[in-house]
């Protein structure tokens, strides 16, 4: 059983910044892509960026140029650096990992992810 926990979230202003963390309990965290979500109140859960296991990348368009998806498999972590942000991304944010080992493809997907953390509070002020 996998165990993510994230760290970092908080209170900023627009334009301010942000650096999440996640950090998985199993060794084998570097074999597997990471995930990062995002879900507003009322709101369904949405992809905000991804990493696979060899460091391929893919972000939302929304946050693309912003955000910065990273991680240090030496220290089973997985990080989100949020800068330029916005009160429209506030949210409570998830980190995930991936279903399959060795996928050179960023999955978008919630359903691709079966660990999930327990989610850290994102909240922009205008």
């Known amino acids: 059983q996998v165990q993510l926990v994230e760290s970092g979230g908080g209170l900023v202003q627009a334009g301010g910044s942000l650096k999440l963390s996640c950090a998985a309990s199993?060794?084998?965290?570097?074999?597997?892509?990471m995930g990062w979500f995002r879900q507003a109140p009322g709101k369904e859960r949405e992809f905000v960026a991804g990493?696979?296991?060899?460091?391929?990348?893919y972000y939302a368009d929304s946050v693309k140029g912003r955000f910065t998806i990273s991680r240090d498999n030496g220290k089973n972590t997985v990080y989100l650096q949020m800068n330029s942000l916005k009160p429209e991304d506030t949210a409570v944010y998830y980190c995930?990992?991936?279903?399959?080992?060795?996928?050179?493809?960023?999955?978008?997907?919630?359903?691709?992810?079966?660990?999930w953390g327990q989610g850290t509070q994102v909240t922009v002020s205008s």
């Open positions: 199993e060794r084998t965290f570097s074999n597997y892509g």
């Open positions: 995930a990992a991936g279903i399959t080992p060795y996928s050179t493809t960023v999955r978008r997907t919630t359903a691709a992810y079966n660990y």
């Open positions: 990493i696979s296991w060899s460091g391929n990348t």
